[in-house]
Structures are given as structure tokens and as C-alpha cells.
């Protein structure tokens, strides 16, 4: 039954304009079902957000393979997540061969998705902490993914960010933001940073030092 509906699922985010066979292979893989509480595992391959603990959500799958796809993860890459959440999307980022860092500023969060993350077998290195000002410790990252909403891209991050590397970040106000994909390039023997915006998602707020203050 649940590969029924898992089936279903990667048809729509296929007409949805998703293209990669990586990143569909990576959602097909996971299950999403053992991120979710027991009442809402019946919905967890629908193509909506859902609530998980402590106030927050698990993003729609769309929107976690269409930010999956524009970071364009390879094998071996080293990648940050800012705002672990439930797990999911550091399972997506196993899935597809990166070495994954992931902050939460919620202690509850943060602990029980270390241990879904366990039991399900992904090794994902998380701490609890502001991830706005990213994980000085471990970088430069290939990739930084950032799944909740932030007032500008912060500098910290930028920073931490590989030559050739990208960010994805959603940007705007608390109701509506647009997906930024930040790149760092050179140019001319010249480090520039360069950005595209893709409009109309919503995500709940950064909360930090370089985000919302609450
Ligand atoms: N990636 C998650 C998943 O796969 O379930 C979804 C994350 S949810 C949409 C956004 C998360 O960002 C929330 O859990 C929230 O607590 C967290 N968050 C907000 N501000 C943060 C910050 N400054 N540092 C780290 N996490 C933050």
C-alpha cells in the first residue's frame, strides 16, 4: 500500500517540474513514514507539509526535492543542513552520498532525530545550536541547505561556503519567501557570489542571531 502511494507520489513531483533521478530515487528511498507521529504516518506520502513536534513542520516533499535539486549534491560532498527538524531531509542527503552536518536550535528536535536518524542507519552529525552562524568547525561546506525562513542570507554562512559551492536558503518576511540559490564563484581571479530566486514557498521562521528574533 505504501508503495502505491509512494509511486504516486514521484509521478507528481515528476509533473511538478522535478527532474532529477537522484534526488526522485533518494525520496522513493526514504521513508518518510518514520519521521512522522503514528496518527499521521497514513499521510506521510502526500505531497504536503506536516506537523511534528515541538511547533515546527516536516517541509512538503516538493519542496525538499526541489531545494535537494538546485544543491545538486554529489557523492562524497560535504553538506550542512540549518534546521534538522524531523530528520527527513538529512536522509535525503544520505541518500544521495553526502556527508551530512545538520544543526537544530530545539534540544527535543534535535535528539529525537538523531535517534530516528540512528535506527534507520544514517550516520548524520547533529548538534543542537543557532545554525545561523553555520558550524565554523567543520567547514568549508559543498553545499549549506537552510529549510527555514530567513529575513536576508546570512553572512556567516556565505563564508562557509566552498569556491564553486551553493546555498539554498528560502529569504522574505514571515508569510511568503522566495528559494535563493547562492553560488560562490570566481570570476576574472575574483571571488563573487551570485543568486537566483525562485518565488512563493513558506516555511516556518529562521530563529537566531543572523535570522528572526523569534
Ligand atoms: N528539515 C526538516 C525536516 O526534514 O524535517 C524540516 C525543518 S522545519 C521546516 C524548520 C526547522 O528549523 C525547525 O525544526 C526549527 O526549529 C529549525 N530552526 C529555526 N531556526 C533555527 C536556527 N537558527 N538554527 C537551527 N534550526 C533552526
Redesign the pocket.
Known amino acids: 500500500m505504501l508503495n502505491l502511494v509512494k509511486k504516486e507520489l514521484i509521478r507528481e513531483l515528476l509533473l511538478m517540474g522535478i527532474k532529477s533521478t537522484r534526488v526522485l530515487n533518494a525520496i522513493e528511498k526514504v521513508k518518510r513514514e518514520e ?1 512522522v507521529s503514528d496518527e499521521l504516518k497514513k499521510m506521510a506520502y502526500d505531497n504536503n ?1 506536516l506537523p ?1 513536534d ?1 511547533n ?4 512538503q516533499p516538493y519542496t ?1 526535492a526541489f531545494m535537494t535539486e538546485l544543491l545538486n549534491v554529489k557523492e562524497g560532498d560535504k553538506v550542512l ?10 536522509a535525503i542527503l544520505k541518500e544521495l552520498g553526502a556527508d551530512v552536518y545538520s ?4 534540544a527535543e ?1 534535535s535528539e529525537k532525530a538523531k535517534q530516528i536518524l540512528e535506527k534507520l542507519g544514517y550516520d548524520v552529525k547533529i548538534k543542537t ?4 552562524k553555520g558550524w565554523a568547525e567543520y567547514s568549508p561546506f559543498d553545499g549549506i541547505i537552510v ?2 525562513a530567513a529575513p536576508h542570507v546570512p553572512q556567516s554562512l556565505v563564508t562557509q561556503l566552498k569556491i564553486d559551492g551553493r546555498l539554498v536558503i528560502p529569504v522574505g518576511d514571515k508569510y511568503t519567501q522566495k528559494i535563493v540559490l547562492v553560488k560562490k564563484i570566481i570570476e576574472e581571479n575574483q571571488e563573487k557570489v551570485t543568486e537566483k530566486h525562485y518565488p512563493d514557498f513558506r ?6 542571531e543572523e ?1 528572526w528574533d523569534s
Open positions: 519521521f507539509a511534528i515541538c515546527q513542520t516536516i517541509s525538499v543542513e540549518i534546521g534538522t527538524g524531523s530528520g527527513y531531509q538529512a544543526i537544530e536550535r530545539i528536535l545550536d543557532d545554525g545561523t529549510t527555514a516555511f516556518v521562521p529562521l530563529i537566531g535570522g
